[in-house]
Nanobody, 118 residues
Framework: QVQLVESGGGLMQPGGSLRLSCAPS????????MAWYRQAPGKQRELVAV???????NYADSVKGRFTISRDNAKNTVDLQMNSLKPEDTAVYYC????????????WGQGTQVTVSS
């Protein structure tokens, strides 16, 4: 069973930057949808950013202009560059890859903690 592995989380001061990366643990057919979600304590999981078919991107209003999602086809990874971090960005961040058709799949990572605090 393929798993998605996130890396790059940690503690950062407000205004700082972090870069998250997500890669599969094994060989995998290319995903059609690659996304980052986050879940803060006591809140529902929410979509942060998504890249569809390798090019079309969309962001939550709360992160527009600060976060950038990108896909590296050569490395088969998806990154989330997070700039101008705010305390309200504190959450566990999860990557999610989905593929429709044959074969299809819906994989989630185990999550990585991002804490923004002074």
């Amino acid at each position: 069973q393929v798993q998605l592995v996130e890396s790059g989380g940690g503690l950062m001061q407000p205004g700082g930057s972090l870069r998250l990366s997500c890669a599969p643990s094994g060989r995998i057919f290319s995903a059609h949808v690659m996304a980052w979600y986050r879940q803060a304590p006591g809140k529902q999981r929410e979509l942060v950013a998504v890249i569809i078919s390798g090019s079309s991107t969309n962001y939550a209003d709360s992160v527009k202009g600060r976060f950038t999602i990108s896909r590296d086809n050569a490395k088969n990874t998806v990154d989330l560059q997070m700039n101008s971090l705010k305390p309200e960005d504190t959450a566990v961040y999860y990557c999610n890859w989905r593929r429709h058709g044959i074969p299809n799949y819906d994989y989630w990572g185990q999550g990585t903690q991002v804490t923004v605090s002074s």
